[in-house]
């Protein structure tokens, strides 16, 4: 299928002049602005950035692209919104996610009055490829949403490549734990197939949860017309200060996810011997799908023991979702839970 941008996105777009601000191209000389409306006196009292180039510079070189590339987002969030909102006609198109997955595609969809299609996991939470091919024979979807490892069942998905080739809209690959991973990044991919978009986080490795900066990554083209599109300052000035020096401490950074890594194997042997949990399931994310023999009765022995955990019963019977802590914190969990 030859690509064509413009046959995807929402036709009114085509000739739709976006926010443009010429701060950007000024910022770098002693101008003095009077072009916002901004009050004069204040420590933040200037509009942010909305082209962070020495960011994108930072993510693009992690990542083996182009800043050109980017995309950047109020986490990642915004970017499911805007994807939806820039590709899809309300009360018109529908969305093709996983069940179960990360909910917020679904949310997100409801709130743009899309349809949503669902893809059934199997007992190992994998895609079926009949099933699927089934789906997209009926063109119903405009973009199929894979989020590989998946939250919350914590695997990878088998064969992203297939989904990605036989789906003819845009197929978001969403890869906020893939540095958990022992997968290839879908990044590589994106040669190869110009309807590919692959979100990033800085909330979940990286440790910056709080900043709210999710990453986009496509071709030039997709990258430009989402950066023509989003809102003119959806970065504020601290997240991108504070997330551009934490970057630069990179080896800091690769020793927090191999603690995380450590505790993650330690914290699972110790599950494995609770007589009152059924499986944990393998994860190549920072937490664990774990089933128990009853999840409510775990969930508020956790709650009166100030351990607040993701109650999944009943969409995911009798289970809950439970992220790799601290070795302080995972040993307080494995305590409460051996004497449940």
Known sequence: MEFNLEKLVRPHLASLKSYQTLRDFYMREKMTFLDA???PY???NRYPTGNPLELKNRLAGI???KAANLFLGNGSDELIDL???LFCEPGKDAILVMSPSFVMYEIYAKMNNLKVEKLDLNSDFQLEKNTFLEKNAQRAAKILFL???NNPTGNAIENLE???QNFNGIVVVDEAYIEFSAQDSAVKLLAKYPNLIVLKT???AYGMAGLRIGIGIASE???DFFNRFKPPYNINSESQKLALEQLKKSVQIEEKISKILAEKVRLKNGLNQISEITIVYTSEANFFLIEFKDAEKAYQVLLENKILTSLRHPALKNCLRISVGTAEENSKLLNVLAQI
């Open 202 to 204: 800085l909330s979940k």
């Open 147 to 149: 989020c590989s490892p």
């Open 221 to 223: 083209e997709i990258a």
């Open 37 to 39: 409306n901004e009050n």
């Open 42 to 44: 204040g420590e933040f």
């Open 83 to 85: 994807i939806q909102r």
């Open 162 to 164: 297939f989904y990605i």
């Open 63 to 65: 990542n083996g692209v």
